[in-house]
């Protein structure tokens, strides 16, 4: 790898504004699979030591809709070597979502997927 930070400009132009540029960053240099970059929570980061430890996927079912899952066999289960040039991207996607969640009062125990419930929640019509 050169010795500049890769960023968004070392992707194909298609792929530039599709997925968050760490999403895009992970998956173009690192060997992670399909799914797994996706999965990756902040626990499964240690951007001190620039490893990723994956442990779980998302796949895509049969309707479409994104389901988390185990890795085919214990070796799915590893740690990958992060590029030191990209840990930086991280680190200020990190921080960013820090920054976020703290502006709109949301605590770390709030998950996504928590908010889909809320937006559920919200969508429904009032009673009477």
């Not at 400009?9 to 240099?29: D, T």
């Amino acid at each position: 790898m050169n010795a500049s930070a890769p960023t968004r400009r070392h992707l194909p132009h298609h792929c530039r504004s599709a997925v968050p540029s760490h999403g895009l960053l992970l998956a173009a240099f690192t060997t992670l699979r399909f799914g797994e970059p996706t999965s990756l929570r902040r626990r499964d980061l240690d951007l001190t030591r620039s490893v990723a430890l994956v442990r779980r996927a998302q796949s895509e079912l049969q309707n479409g809709t994104p389901a988390g899952k185990a890795p085919k066999s214990t070796a799915g289960v590893r740690p990958v070597a992060l590029p030191a040039e990209l840990v930086p991207e991280l680190a200020h996607h990190r921080d960013d979502r820090t920054a976020a969640r703290t502006t709109a009062g949301v605590s770390d125990d709030v998950h996504f997927h928590d908010l889909r419930h809320t937006g559920n929640t919200l969508a429904r019509p009032a009673p009477g």
